[in-house]
């Protein structure tokens, strides 16, 4: 009687495993592509709707489709807006509600189009010879601000007939007086990123940054964050680099106002700062210009102080001095009472309130990653995701209570992928300083099981590995191939405090390489499923600079590694990189001023202990650390005899962005791993 009544429980145990199976599969780099990106969310006027973007992978043109879509606060009414083929994004709100504007690709280059909410078909606002970026709108909705990039001193016509009479050239070459000559992925022409304003009705749009040889915004990574319509919009504040010939060396970004209607030269506001200064708010009273600020010249990784500026007095005071965070966004509330902040902090990407007056800081959200938040009365609207699930929107009230989702556009793309779960943990790191990590379970994880180890190393090296849902180094693909994912916020990380993340200038090999020693040590004997005998490590950028520093100085540890755009010398990664205020600062000077900097922890003077396989990756058109550093790599290998291979991307930047060609990095890095940790 009990054989058959095992027999029978058995039948029902496999058969709810096939349809399990049948229901769901092991998270894999196809289910990353997959999912629904939202971004771009804002309130209507009348805080009953918001509208967002919304990015879908398409296979067949091997890249991302841009639609805009409507749901209400409430959560109630989803619907796409826009369904045009091109690319719709950078939706904004009409000042009664009716309208929304946006940026659309559908006419052939970037242009400003608006689209009735209630049902109706798109219409064109520009129709300029140049793409059209980072749009934003004036209070009162009657102007709206753009970027464009011009020849400084011309005009749109002039600046497209010029770039008409370079491509008739039958001359390819290009001269060059100046850096940057090129800058992240781009060969410079000439041109610069300039703010332009135009009435929302249409006409001749006016370069308020004419003369200027700057731009707005920052490249390469600025938006529309950047700069602002004061509150009578009359005036408009941006950020511009204020460095002239020193862009290359200097983070010296300041804020300036000019007349929206080109009359006089922009003045700059921030000029007793020689650090960065950027992201310029208003007050909703209009007497306070609130802004972000870096207090250290040439350092990029600095702590974002938020100063408040009295516009009549002209006086400035930091707000919130002690609080050690560095904001990524920031907004008044009702009455100007608290500004509102998303910041790193402790592996997750937290939401503040500040008190405008005392300065005291609260917590809202701590769990995942804030994006894009905003506030409509005693409501803030956001997007949230976290190492099992990407952007949803939500909403809180001002107080951090009453959370609520609102969107839920991925939960069936979540259901059929099994993910890993994850959990936060602390150790002893170097000088017995609390470091936090995660750990992520492989899918269908089962305790008495013993699984290989992915150690993911996150770049910046001012960076983090947090609890965020990441397209290119995101856990879930390894962990749904069977691995366990390791990832250490060492020394240098952000959302820790400055001193912690200053503590790895001038020490990239020492304190970090410690933590993850530490730190990999500490998960193995924290979960004992994790197979210490079967461990890789991978990195990009900082970490594939740590990957070659490990091979020389950790080198008995891992079975295998990748690389993935990595520095091998960093002497002469200085001559070929762009913005040299990084290293500067990073080794403390020049190569020839200051030699010992790039000779502390330089991998490859330690090539010589090389023997761990390797798999190297790199992009030719990644211009901050060059493909030679890659192919350089790859020779030591080769020559050496060590096992190894070279993957190479002739059309991608520091990063893999194309769809098929994320397969492929997926597919050739998990395969290295199964071969040497699986085979």
């Known amino acids: 009687m009990r054989n058959i009544l095992f027999l029978v429980l058995s039948m029902i145990f496999l058969s709810g495993n096939a349809a399990f199976a049948a229901d769901s599969h092991p998270f894999s780099v196809h289910d990353l592509l997959g ?6 969310q804002q309130v209507s006027p009348d805080g009953k709707l918001i509208v967002f973007q919304v990015r879908k992978t398409d ?9 805009l879509w409507i749901v209400g606060t409430d959560g109630k009414g989803l619907r796409q807006l826009t369904k045009d083929p091109a690319g719709d994004f950078n939706p904004l709100w009409s000042a009664d509600g009716q309208f929304v504007y946006f940026l659309s690709t559908r006419s052939g280059s970037s242009q400003v189009w608006n689209i009735p909410v209630k049902g109706g078909e798109a219409q064109q606002v520009t129709d300029l010879p140049l793409d059209v970026g980072n749009l934003i709108m004036s209070r009162d909705g009657n102007k709206l601000a753009f970027s464009i990039e011009v020849f400084p001193g011309m005009g749109i016509a002039e600046t497209k007939k010029k770039l008409d009479d370079v491509a008739a050239r039958k001359a390819s070459g290009r001269i ?3 850096l940057f000559f090129r800058h992240w992925d781009t060969w410079s022409d000439g041109r610069r990123s300039h703010v332009f304003v135009m009435d ?7 370069d308020v940054m004419k003369d200027m040889n700057a731009d707005s915004p920052t490249k390469p990574f600025g938006g529309s964050e950047e700069f602002v319509f004061s509150p009578c919009g009359k005036a408009i504040v941006f950020t511009a680099a204020n460095s002239g010939k020193a862009d290359a060396w200097s983070t010296n970004n300041d804020l300036f106002i000019a007349p929206v209607d080109g009359s006089a030269a922009p003045k700059c506001l921030t000029e007793q700062n020689e650090a960065w200064d950027t992201m310029p708010v208003f007050s909703n009273d209009g007497k306070t210009l609130a802004y972000l600020a870096m207090s250290r010249p040439g350092f990029e990784a600095d702590r974002f102080r938020i100063m408040l500026r009295d516009l009549k007095t002209g006086a400035e005071r ?8 560095s904001p990524g966004s920031f907004f008044w509330g009702p009455k100007d009472r608290y500004i509102y902040a998303d910041a790193g902090h402790l592996g997750q990407g937290a939401l503040f309130a500040i008190q405008v007056k005392t300065g005291k800081v609260d917590i809202l959200v701590n ?11 005693n409501r803030i609207y956001f997007g949230l995701d976290n190492l099992k699930s990407p952007v949803e929107l939500y909403s809180i009230d001002t107080k951090g209570k009453r959370m609520t989702k609102i969107t839920d556009i991925n939960k069936d793309k979540i259901a059929a992928a099994r993910m890993g779960d994850y959990e936060q943990f602390t150790f002893k790191g170097w000088n017995d300083e609390t470091v936090y990590g995660y750990v992520v379970k492989p899918a269908d994880f089962d305790s008495t099981n013993k699984y290989p180890v992915a150690f993911l190393i996150h770049g910046g090296p001012q960076g983090s590995f947090g609890n965020d849902f990441h397209y290119r180094w995101n856990p879930q693909p390894y962990c749904g191939a069977g691995y366990g994912a390791v990832m250490i916020d060492f020394h240098g990380s952000t959302g820790y405090g400055q001193a912690f993340t200053d503590s790895i200038s001038g020490d990239w090999g020492g304190k970090p390489l410690e933590d993850l020693q530490k730190g990999l040590a500490a998960a193995l004997e924290k979960y004992p499923w994790l197979d210490g005998d079967r461990v890789g490590a991978l990195g990009a950028s900082y970490g594939g600079y740590m990957i070659n520093w490990i091979a020389g100085n950790w080198s008995d540890r891992f079975r295998c590694l990748i690389n993935h755009d990595g520095n091998l010398d960093e002497r002469i990664a200085y001559f070929d990189t762009e913005e040299l205020w990084f290293p500067e600062w990073e080794h403390g000077g020049t190569p020839w001023d200051n030699p010992a900097g790039y000779n502390k922890h330089n991998p490859v003077d330690f090539v010589k202990n090389w023997k761990t396989p390797m798999l190297v990756v790199h992009g030719a058109q990644d211009f901050r650390v060059v493909e030679t550093q890659g192919f350089s790599t790859f020779t030591a290998l080769q020559r050496k005899g060590i096992p190894s291979k070279l993957l190479y991307f002739p059309d991608e930047n520091h990063w893999v962005l194309k769809p098929h060609n994320s397969i492929l990095w997926h597919d050739t890095v998990i395969g290295w791993l199964d071969q040497w940790l699986k085979n």
């Open 318 to 325: 930091e707000l919130a001095k002690d609080w050690d965070r």
């Open 176 to 178: 060059y007086e100046n």
């Open 59 to 67: 296979l067949e043109a091997n890249k991302g489709r841009t639609d």
């Open 367 to 377: 769990g995942g990653t804030v994006r894009g938040p905003s506030i409509y009365k």
């Open 35 to 40: 999912m629904d990106r939202i971004s771009g």
């Open 200 to 206: 929302v009705t249409g006409g001749t749009p006016v």
